[in-house]
C-alpha cells in the first residue's frame, strides 16, 4: 500500500434538522445521523462497516460520495478535498467512485434496459460510444457472470442475484478506484450470496480497487474485510484489522454485538459466554450524553455519562472509543 | 393542534381572498357583463344608464369596487343587482334546501357504496361483483341533469309516482319533505355511489392481502369479524377523507344541476339563476360561500384522519 | 412418546394464469411435544407455504392440499373451517416475519391481545386487556400498564416482536409456529427474542415450528432440523447430526456457503451454481441435481426420504450411501 490513502475521512458530520413551527419552520430537533466519523481507506484494500439499524452507516456512504452534503468535516479521495465542491467539480472524481446499493429490485430503473443501465455511467464519463460501448457493456455483463444477450432485457426478467450482478457490472463501467457497497448481499439467500461475495473478491483481484463494505451480517463483512469498523448511534466504537477485532473485540459493543451472533455451530454456540443487551438503541434524535453507548454498557461509569470518549489508535492500528476498553 | 389550526386559518383566509379576487376580475373581463345596461333595460339610452352606473358604484375604479363588496359581503348587505333582494338573506333562505338534498343523498350513497363496495369485494370476481361493477360504471357515467330528467319524467310526470319536484320544509311536514326529496337524492347519490363503492372496493382488496389481516385469521377471530374489524377498517380510512371532501364539494354549489332540475330553491339554483343573469354580486357570494365550505371540509378531512389513523399526527407526513 | 404434531406428504398447490405452482410437494416430519424443530432453506422453498398450511391459512378456492396433518388425533387439512378456527390461537399459534406489518395499525396493543382472548373466552373486555397486561409483562415489556394503551407504531421493531409473542401465548397454546421471526430484527435484538423463545418453549412447554433462513438461528435454539429444497425435505436431523454429519449435497452446499464470523476467511465460499428449478414445472428425478457436482445417473429417480440403515432419526433424500467428500480429501 502505497503512502498516501486512497480514501481519507475526518470528522465527518451528518445531521438533518427536525423542523416545526407555528407560521414558519424552526428546527426544533437534530437526527445525529453521523456524529464524526474518521477513516482511512487504501488503494486495493476492503474496510468493513458494520452497525445496526439507525447507526448511520448509509448515511455515512451518502455523505462519503457526496450525494448528501455533508453538514461539517472532511472526505479526501486521492488528497482531493470533496466536502463543498459544486457538482461539476465532482463529476471527473465521480468516475473514480461508484457505489452497489442494497435492494437489488429497487435500485435499477425498471423502464431501462439492462444495456442502457450498465452503459450510462460510461457514456456520461465519456468513456466510451456508440459500438464500443456496447462491446464494453457486453464484456463487463460477461464478467459479472450474465450474458451478452441480457443486453436487452429488462430488470424485472431477472431474479434478486442477477439483478445485483447488474448492479456491480454498472458501477465497474467507468473502472472506480473506490466502489462503496452498501449492504450489497443482504437481500439475497444465502447461496446466491455467496456467489455475490465471490464475485466481488475475484473482481478486486483482478482490477485492485478498494472497497468500503457495509454490511450488518458479522459473518459476511468479517470474510471480505481486511479492516472492520464498528459503528453506534452515527459514531466508529472500534476500528481494526478483521481477525484482530473478532478474535479480540476491546469495546463493549463489538464484543456484545459478536457475542449476540449466532454461530452455524451448535456446540460452539453453546459454549460461548454470551451477553445480551438489555433494551433498544437509543435514538439517533437525542443520543445518550458522554459516550453514546452507555445506557446499554455493563461497563458504564459515571465518566463515561459525561465524556464522550475520543476514538484513539494504538500502535498496531486498532482503534477504540471507550473509557474502559475490555 | 394549535399550529394545526393556525395554519388552516391562515389557508382559508388566503383561500378565499384570492378566489373573491380572481372572481371580481373575471367577471369583469366577460363581455356582456355591463350589469348597469341591462338594469336599465332594452330602450334605455346611454343617459340612463350612466346613471344606473353611478347608483350601483360601478363608476368606481376596480379595487374600490372590489372593496366595496367585500365590505358588503361582510356586514350582510350585499344586493343583487338585477332584484333589490339581499344576498345574505337569499342564500340563507336557500341553505335548509341544499343541505336537505345534500346531507340525504350523502347517508344515501355512503350508505350503498360500503354496501357495495364490501359485497364487491368480499366476492370478487364472481357474479355479484361484476353485476355490481356493470352498475357503478353505469352510475359514474350518467349525466347527473339527464338522470335527473328521466326520473322526473318518467316516475313523476308519466307514473306519477313522485312529485314533480319542490320542497317542503322539513319542520312542516317530514314526510313530504322527504316524499319530494327521494328523486333528488337518488340523483344527486348515483355518481357518488359508483364511485366510491369502486374506491372501497379497490382498499379492501388491497388490505385483504396485508400482514395485519394474516394475522387477525391466525388468531382464530371468525371470517367476519376478520372482514368488519380489520379489512373494512382499514379501507374505510381513505373512503371517509374523501368523502370529507366530496361533501364540501357538493355543499358549496355541487348539487346546482340536481337543483335546478327538480326545482328545488337551493342554493345552487340560486348560482344557477345568477349565472344567467350574469348577477355578480349572488355569484360572488355563493362562490365565497362554497370556497369557504369546501376548506372548513378539508380540515375537518385532516382532523378526522388522523383520528382515524393513529400514525397520523396532524402536521406531519404519513408514514410510507 | 407420542408426536404433538404430525405433518405426513403435504402437498400444496397454488393454480395460476401460468399453471400450478407446486409449492410443497411432499413435506413429512413430526414434532414431539416441548421440542424445537427449525425447518430451513431458502426463499422460494416452501417452508413459509408449509408453516402457514399447517393452521390452515392457505386454504383458497385456487389452493389444492393434499396429504394429513395430524394434531391432537384428527386431520387439520380436513377440518371444517369453523372447527379449524378454533383451534387457532388456542392450540395452535403463530407468529410472523414482519411485526411491524403484522399488527393492525389502527388498533392499540391490548385490544388485539384481547380480541385474540375473547375470541375464545367469555371474559369482558377489562378482564382480558388486564390479562394482555399480564402477558405483556411475561415477555419483557418495562410498564405494561401504560403500554397496553400504546399503539404497534409506538414500539420499536424488537418490541413489536414481544407483543406478537405474547398475543400468539395467550390462550397457552400447545404449539407455536414461527415464521422467521427474527429475520427482520437486528442482531442484539434478534438474541433477545431467541432468547425469549427459548424461555418459553422450556418453562411452558411450548412446542415450536421455527422458520428460518439462517442457520446461524437453527444452532442456537432448535433441537431438530428439517432442510427444505424446492418444495421438498431433503434432509431430516437431530441438530448436532445435521451440523456435523450433514448427509445431503445441498445441506454441505448450505452450510459451507455461509461465512463464519468465527473463523478466519477461507479462500472461497463454496457456492452453489446455478438456480432452484421452478416450482411449476419441477424435475421429474432429484430436484437438485442440477446443481449438485455428486450427481450421477440414478439421480435422474427422485430418491425418497428415509434414514440408514441403524441410524433412524436422521433422514435424508438422497442416492448417495456415502459421502464423496472424504474421497477427495
Known amino acids: 500500500m502505497s503512502g498516501q490513502p486512497l480514501l481519507e475521512v475526518t470528522d465527518l458530520v451528518k445531521n438533518f434538522p427536525i423542523k ?61 478535498e470533496l466536502v463543498g465542491r459544486s457538482p461539476r467539480e465532482l463529476r471527473p472524481l465521480r468516475r473514480q467512485m461508484q457505489m452497489i446499493f442494497q435492494d437489488p429490485f429497487a435500485s435499477l430503473n425498471p423502464r431501462k434496459r439492462v444495456g442502457q443501465i450498465v452503459g450510462d455511467p460510461m457514456r456520461l464519463h465519456g468513456v466510451a460510444d456508440g459500438a464500443q460501448l456496447k462491446r464494453r457493456v457486453q464484456e463487463l455483463l460477461d464478467r459479472v457472470g450474465l450474458q451478452a444477450e441480457h443486453y436487452n432485457r429488462y430488470p424485472h426478467e431477472f431474479s434478486g442475484g442477477q439483478r445485483q450482478r447488474i448492479g456491480i457490472a454498472r458501477a465497474l463501467g467507468t473502472q472506480p478506484k473506490l466502489i462503496i457497497a452498501d449492504e450489497p448481499v443482504s437481500a439475497l439467500d444465502v447461496s446466491v450470496q455467496a456467489q455475490i461475495i465471490n464475485l466481488l473478491e475475484d473482481l478486486q483481484r483482478e482490477f485492485g480497487m478498494a472497497y468500503l463494505f457495509v454490511a450488518h451480517d458479522l459473518g459476511v463483512v468479517r470474510h471480505v474485510s481486511d479492516r472492520v469498523a464498528v459503528m453506534y448511534l452515527g459514531k466508529i466504537v472500534e ?88 | 393542534m394549535l399550529r394545526f389550526a393556525v395554519r388552516r386559518t391562515v389557508g382559508m383566509v388566503s383561500v378565499l381572498f384570492a378566489i373573491s379576487v380572481i372572481v371580481f376580475l373575471i367577471f369583469n373581463v366577460i363581455p356582456n357583463s355591463d350589469p348597469a345596461a341591462r338594469i336599465a333595460g332594452k330602450n334605455a339610452n346611454p343617459a340612463l344608464i350612466a346613471r344606473v352606473r353611478v347608483d350601483l358604484g360601478l363608476d368606481q375604479s376596480l379595487p374600490v369596487q372590489y372593496l366595496t363588496m367585500m365590505k358588503q359581503i361582510f356586514t350582510g348587505q350585499l344586493t343583487s343587482y338585477s332584484s333589490d333582494q339581499n344576498v345574505a338573506q337569499q342564500i340563507w333562505k336557500g341553505l335548509p334546501v341544499t343541505l336537505s338534498l345534500c346531507i340525504g343523498a350523502a347517508l344515501l350513497w355512503m350508505a350503498l357504496a360500503v354496501w357495495f363496495g364490501y359485497l364487491s369485494a368480499v366476492r370478487a370476481g364472481r357474479f355479484t361483483d361484476r353485476a355490481l361493477t ?54 344527486l347519490a348515483v355518481l357518488y355511489v359508483g364511485f366510491y363503492s369502486r374506491v372501497l372496493r379497490s382498499n379492501m382488496l388491497d388490505a385483504m392481502n396485508e400482514d395485519y389481516v394474516r394475522t387477525a385469521r391466525a388468531k382464530g377471530i371468525t371470517e ?30 355541487g348539487a346546482i344541476l340536481t337543483e335546478t332540475v327538480f326545482n328545488l330553491n337551493g342554493v345552487g339554483l340560486y348560482a344557477g339563476q345568477a349565472i344567467g343573469k350574469l348577477d355578480l354580486p349572488p355569484l360572488m357570494a355563493v362562490t365565497m360561500f362554497g370556497a369557504f365550505f369546501i376548506v372548513l371540509f378539508n380540515g375537518i378531512v385532516d382532523i378526522l384522519y388522523a383520528v382515524l389513523d393513529p400514525r397520523i399526527r396532524l402536521g406531519e407526513a404519513a408514514p410510507a | 412418546m407420542s408426536p404433538i404434531l404430525s405433518v405426513t406428504d403435504l402437498r400444496v398447490g397454488f393454480a395460476t394464469d401460468d399453471g400450478v405452482v ?308
Request: glycine share 8%; proline share 8%.
Open chain 1, 20 to 80: 416545526s413551527g407555528v407560521f414558519i419552520d424552526r428546527e426544533v430537533a437534530r437526527v445525529h445521523a453521523v456524529d464524526g466519523v474518521s477513516l482511512v481507506l487504501h488503494e486495493g484494500e476492503t474496510l468493513g462497516l458494520v452497525g445496526e439499524s439507525g447507526c448511520g452507516k448509509s448515511t455515512l456512504c451518502r455523505a462519503i460520495l457526496q450525494l448528501i452534503r455533508p453538514t461539517s468535516g472532511s472526505v479526501r479521495f486521492e488528497g482531493q
Open chain 1, 239 to 326: 476500528q481494526a484489522d478483521s481477525d484482530t477485532l473478532y478474535a479480540r473485540p476491546r469495546h463493549p459493543y463489538t464484543h456484545a454485538l459478536l457475542s449476540a451472533v449466532p454461530i452455524p455451530d451448535p456446540r460452539k454456540n453453546a459454549a460461548r459466554e454470551r451477553i445480551t443487551l438489555e433494551g433498544d438503541v437509543p435514538s439517533p434524535i437525542d443520543p445518550p450524553p458522554g459516550c453514546h453507548f452507555h445506557t446499554r454498557c455493563a461497563s458504564a461509569t459515571d465518566i463515561c455519562r459525561h465524556n464522550e470518549p475520543v476514538l484513539v489508535t494504538d500502535d498496531t492500528g486498532h482503534a477504540i472509543a471507550c473509557h474502559h476498553p475490555l
Open chain 2, 134 to 187: 356493470i352498475l357503478a360504471l353505469v352510475g359514474i357515467s350518467l349525466p347527473v341533469f339527464w338522470l335527473a330528467a328521466i326520473l322526473l319524467y318518467y316516475l313523476s310526470f308519466k307514473a306519477q309516482l313522485f312529485p314533480t319536484g319542490s320542497y317542503v320544509p322539513l319542520t312542516e311536514n317530514p314526510v313530504q319533505w322527504a316524499y319530494h326529496l327521494i328523486l333528488p337524492w337518488l340523483t
Open chain 2, 224 to 253: 367476519r369479524q376478520v372482514r368488519l374489524r380489520h379489512v373494512l377498517r382499514n379501507s374505510m380510512i381513505p373512503v371517509v377523507t374523501l368523502f370529507g371532501l366530496d361533501f364540501g364539494a357538493v355543499v358549496g354549489g
Open chain 3, 22 to 329: 407446486r409449492a410443497v410437494d411432499g413435506v413429512s416430519f413430526d414434532l414431539n411435544p416441548g421440542e424445537v424443530v427449525a425447518i430451513v432453506g431458502e426463499s422460494g422453498c416452501g417452508k413459509s407455504v408449509t408453516a402457514q398450511t399447517l393452521m390452515g391459512l392457505t386454504r383458497s378456492p385456487n389452493t389444492t392440499i393434499s396429504g394429513s396433518v395430524v394434531f391432537g388425533g384428527r386431520d387439520l387439512t380436513q377440518l371444517p373451517d369453523n372447527e379449524l378456527r378454533s383451534l387457532r390461537g388456542e392450540h395452535i399459534a403463530m407468529i410472523f416475519q414482519d411485526p411491524m406489518t403484522s399488527l393492525n395499525p389502527v388498533y392499540r396493543v391490548g385490544d388485539q391481545i384481547a380480541e385474540m382472548i375473547r375470541a375464545h373466552r367469555q371474559v369482558s373486555k377489562k378482564d382480558a386487556v388486564a390479562r394482555a397486561v399480564e402477558l405483556l409483562r411475561s415477555v419483557g415489556i418495562p410498564n405494561p400498564e401504560r403500554r397496553v394503551r400504546d399503539y404497534p407504531h409506538e414500539f420499536s421493531g424488537g418490541m413489536r416482536q414481544r407483543v406478537m409473542i405474547a398475543m400468539a401465548l395467550a390462550l397457552e397454546p400447545e404449539v407455536l409456529i414461527a415464521d422467521e421471526p427474527t429475520t427482520a430484527l437486528d442482531v442484539t435484538i434478534q438474541a433477545q427474542i431467541l432468547g425469549l423463545l427459548r424461555t418459553l418453549n422450556r418453562e411452558k412447554n411450548v412446542s415450536v415450528v421455527l422458520i428460518t433462513h439462517d442457520l446461524g438461528v437453527v444452532a442456537e435454539i432448535a433441537d431438530k432440523v428439517v432442510v427444505m429444497y424446492a418444495g421438498q425435505v431433503v434432509e431430516e436431523a437431530p441438530l448436532e447430526a445435521l451440523f456435523y454429519q450433514p448427509r445431503h449435497p445441498y445441506t454441505w452446499g448450505l452450510l459451507g456457503s455461509i461465512p463464519r464470523p468465527d473463523e478466519a476467511r477461507p479462500d472461497r465460499l463454496t457456492q452453489i451454481p446455478g438456480q432452484p428449478p421452478s416450482l411449476l414445472d419441477p424435475p421429474t428425478g432429484c430436484r437438485f441435481a442440477a446443481r449438485c457436482e455428486y450427481a450421477f445417473d440414478d439421480c435422474t429417480r427422485l430418491p425418497p426420504l428415509r434414514a440408514r440403515r441403524g441410524d433412524a432419526g436422521h433422514l435424508d433424500r438422497c442416492w448417495l450411501t456415502t459421502d464423496p467428500r472424504a474421497a477427495n480429501q
